[in-house]
């Protein structure tokens, strides 16, 4: 199971059957028994273990499959949403409240924080964000506390400048 906690607005001994859960994440139900099969999205109430019985998935399963398609939706291709899962898995994220998934339709990112971001498919690299309003606020402070000059001012000359005109004239 990728993600703990009480997110689920049902019981979690509840589950819903596959085309269900299809219908739900709005994918077929060849996908869905494909994923189930594969591991990336597996039913956590309970798989299918010999022939008649049925699936049950819980509503962070459902969850998950419509992450997985709106991955896919975005241009993501399945492989790389899985080494995303993985890599989510093997960093040990159980609380889905503070995951905020990024995509530009090449790679998956992970927002740690306004300032941090990850990679999840290129291994888990580090990259960073810009957050311009922050950077505004901080100029705004700093240029407050400086010396301003007005457009229509006369331009101030400096010592040096005035030494290179007199140069030129003579």
């Given at each position: ?81 899985r080494t995303a ?37 290129h291994g888990g ?46």
């Open positions: 199971m990728l993600f703990d906690g009480d997110y689920a607005p049902v019981p979690d001994d509840l589950g819903f059957r596959g085309p269900i859960a299809c219908s739900a994440a709005g994918i077929t139900y060849r996908q869905l028994d494909y994923w189930a099969r594969t591991g990336l999205v597996v039913p956590s109430i309970r798989s299918a273990e010999g022939s008649g019985t049925q699936r049950l998935y819980s509503f962070r399963d459902i969850l998950m499959l419509k992450v997985v398609k709106r991955l896919l939706d975005a241009g993501i291709s399945l492989q790389q949403i899962i993985d890599h989510l898995r093997a960093r040990g994220v159980h609380d889905l409240t503070s995951v905020t998934l990024m995509s530009d339709g090449v790679s998956v990112y992970e927002a740690i924080s306004n300032e941090e971001i990850i990679d999840l498919v690299q580090g990259i960073f964000a810009i957050a311009l309003g922050r950077v505004w606020h901080d100029l705004e402070g700093s240029l407050s506390e400086l010396p301003t000059e007005k457009a229509d001012a006369e331009p101030a000359v400096d010592e040096l400048s005035l030494r290179r005109r007199q140069r030129h004239v003579s």
